[in-house]
C-alpha cells in the first residue's frame, strides 16, 4: 500500500508538471520549520550566493545557521545511444547550474501549502508580504505543511522528479522527506517531444553531499571552514539488513541500524585549542557548532518492477574527498567517454582518484579520543573538505518504467541555551589553567578535562541526528501521516503603545476541532534571535469566527525592543502513537514569528517646546551606541510629539523629501531615513516641520552625517 501511495502522488505531480518549463536557477524555500532551506530548479543545490553559503538553516531562529554547501549529484547508465546514434559505453549527467540547456532541462518547480499562511502585522507594516509568492497552490488535503515539486529532464533520457515535504510538528520540522522518482521518459529536451524509446541499462545515481557546519562557525575556526574542509564524516546502518523489519518506539527511538551518513566538525589544525564545537574563545565561550547534519535512507526499490525495500541498498555509503570528482564533458561528444566512464565507476562504488579517496567506514574510527587533534581533511588532503557520499543501483529501466529513492535530511545538535552553558564552562577553564573542574559529562559522571568535557557534549549530537532520522523513518513507515498541530492563528497584531503593547490574533481554523486547547504567547527581548519566554495562555474564548483576541503586554520598559510569536496549540489526544512523543502539539513559531521590534513609546508631548530629534546629530558611523534603542541602529526618533500631527522633512534649500502621518497618539514617531521616493537620506542639515490639527506648528533642525 505504500508503494502505491508514493507511486500514484509522485507520478501526478509529475505528469501535471510534464509540459512546463522554468530557469534552472529558479528556487521556492521552505520557511515553516526549525530546518529551513531552499531547492533549485535544476534539480540539486550549490549554495553560494556570491557572498556565503545559503541553506539548511538550523536552528532558524537564530542567524549565521546556514549548513549547506553543496550537493554534487549525478545519474549515470550502460551502452547508451543518443538522439542522433552515437553510442558511449558509459553516458553520465551531472546535475550543475551551468548545464542548464545542455544535459538538465528543468521543466517545473513548485510549492503547495496545506492551508494560508497567516499575516503577521506590526505597527502596520506586513511582515509577510514579501513571502506572498513563495506559494504556488493551496491543498488542504495534504499531510505534510509544504510540498516542492521539481521535474528535470535530461539528454540520458532519464527524468528526476524530486518531491521535498516539510512539516511544522515540532517533532518533526528539523528534517526534509525526499521523495526520488527516476523515469525512463526518453524526453531529452524541453519540448514534449520523445527523443528516445530505448531501454536504459544499468542506471545508477548517486551524491555526494558538504555542509558548511554553521555559516558563523568560520568566524571562529578560519575562512575555509566556510565550504567545510575541517568536517568528519560518519555513517551507521551496517546491521540494515538485520533489522529492517524492526518497529522504532517511542520508548527506544536511538538505532544506529538506520542507513545514513552525516557530518560534524572536527578539528583544525590551524587553531591553537580544541575546535570541537567552535568555542567562541573570544567571547564568551558560546559553542558555535553544534550541528550534525546529513541524511538518512528510507527506501529504495529493488527494481521498477519490485518496490519493496532493497535492504542492500546503497550500492555505497560512506565519505569521499570533497572536491575530487571526474568530469562528464559537454556529454555530446566521444572524447568525453572516459570522464563519464569515471562517473559511472565513482557510482558504482569505487571512489574517484583512488581508495584514499573516499571510503564505506566510519572515517571520524581515526579517532583515537574524545580529544585527538586529527584534522579531518588530512585524511584525504583534498582542502575542499568531505562528502557524505550516497549512491544506488544499477537498475534496468524499460521506456515509461521508474523506480523510487526516499531519503530524509536533516540537522540536530545541543540546543543554544546548552551550548552558552557548556561553553561559557570550557571558556573560564580555557582562560584560567589552574581551573581543572570537575566538568560533569552527559552520563553524569566527571572529569578534570575541560576538553573532554566539551568534546563529550558536542558529541551527543551523534544521538540526537540518529533521534531525528528514527522519527523520519517513523514517519515514513506510517505513510507520512504523522500527527497534526492545530493551525496558527489567521492574523497577528502588535502595536506599540505608550504604556503597553497591544496584541490580536485571529481565531486558528482549527478551533472547531474537539481537540483545540488555546494559544500560548512567547516574547523575546533586544533582539529576535534569542530565547523566548512564554508570558501568556488562554483556552477558546469565542464562539464567534469573526471576533479577535486581544492580550495586552503591560510589563515592557521603555528603552527594550520586544518581538513575539504565537502558537495555538491542543489537547494532545490525537497524539497517542508511536511516532512521536505524546502529549499537546502546537502550530509552528515560524508561521508569527515577528521579526520587527515592538517598543513602548512615550506618552504624548503636552506643549510643543519639548519636542526633540534624537540622535542630533544622526552619524551613521555611531548611530545605535547611545540612544535608548540600542540594537536597533539607522532609525531617528521624533520624541514628545503631540499624539496627532503631521510631520513634513525639508533639505536646507526647502524641498521636501518626506511626509510622515503621526496618527497613533503616542509620543514617539519613528524614521528610518529614507525619503518618500524610497531613497536613503543623504548627509546634510534638514527640518522638521510639525504640523497639528489646531493649526499650531514647530520646527526642529537635524544634522545626518554618513
Known sequence: MKKIIITTFCLLLFTANLMAQVAASEKRYLRIGSLQSHFSAYGSERAWTGSYYEGLKWPAQYPYQDNSVIKRAWVASENFTNEVGVNFPHFAVYFY????????????????????????????????????????????????????????????????????????????????????????????????????????????????????????????????????????????????????????????????????????????????????????????GRLVSPHHTGSAILHVDVSANDPSDNVNQPTFLGWHAGDTYPSVGFQRLLEDGPGMSAVYSMLSGNPHGGAGNGGTDRMDDRLTSLTHRLDPYTVHGDGGGTNVMMTYGPYDLAHGESVIIIEAEGVNGLDRETCEEIGARWHKAYHDPSDTGPFTLPDGSQTNNKDEFKNAWVYTGKDSIMLTFSRALRNFDADFDIPQPPEPPANFTVESGGDRISLSWLPSPSESEPDFAGYRVFRAIGKPDTIHQEIYACGLGTDNPALEYYFDDTTPVRGQLYFYYIVAFNDGTNNQTEINPQGPLHSGRFYTQTTKSAVLKRQPGKDLESIRIVPNPFNIRRSGTKLDYVQDHNRLMFLDIPGQCTIRIYTERGDLVKTIEHNDGTGDEIWRLLTDSRQTLVSGIYLAHFDLPDGRSAFRKFVVIR
Open 97 to 284: 547550474l551551468g548545464d542548464e540547456g545542455i544535459s538538465l532541462f528543468p521543466m517545473s518547480i513548485q510549492e503547495s501549502a496545506k492551508f494560508t499562511p497567516p499575516t503577521i502585522y506590526v505597527d502596520g507594516e506586513d511582515l509577510t508580504a514579501i513571502f506572498s509568492s513563495e506559494i504556488d497552490t493551496l491543498d488542504e488535503n495534504q499531510i505534510p505543511d509544504r510540498i516542492i515539486t521539481n521535474v528535470v529532464n535530461t539528454s540520458m533520457g532519464l527524468t528526476q522528479t524530486r518531491t521535498v515535504l516539510a512539516y511544522s510538528q515540532q517533532y518533526h520540522d528539523n528534517y526534509f522527506i525526499k521523495i526520488y522518482t527516476f523515469t525512463n521518459t526518453g524526453n531529452t529536451d524541453w519540448d514534449p517531444e520523445i527523443e528516445l524509446t530505448d531501454s536504459l541499462h544499468g542506471v545508477r545515481m548517486g551524491w555526494g553531499t558538504r555542509y558548511s557546519m554553521g555559516r558563523e562557525t568560520a568566524s571562529y575556526v578560519e575562512g575555509s571552514q566556510s565550504y567545510g574542509k575541517h568536517n568528519w564524516v560518519t555513517k551507521r546502518g551496517e546491521t540494515y539488513a538485520d533489522h529492517a523489519t524492526e518497529v522504532i518506539t517511542r520508548a527506544d527511538p536511538i538505532k544506529d541500524w538506520i542507513r545514513s551518513g552525516f557530518s560534524y566538525l572536527g578539528q583544525s589544525e590551524l587553531v591553537t585549542w580544541d575546535n570541537i564545537g567552535a568555542p567562541d574563545v573570544n567571547g564568551r
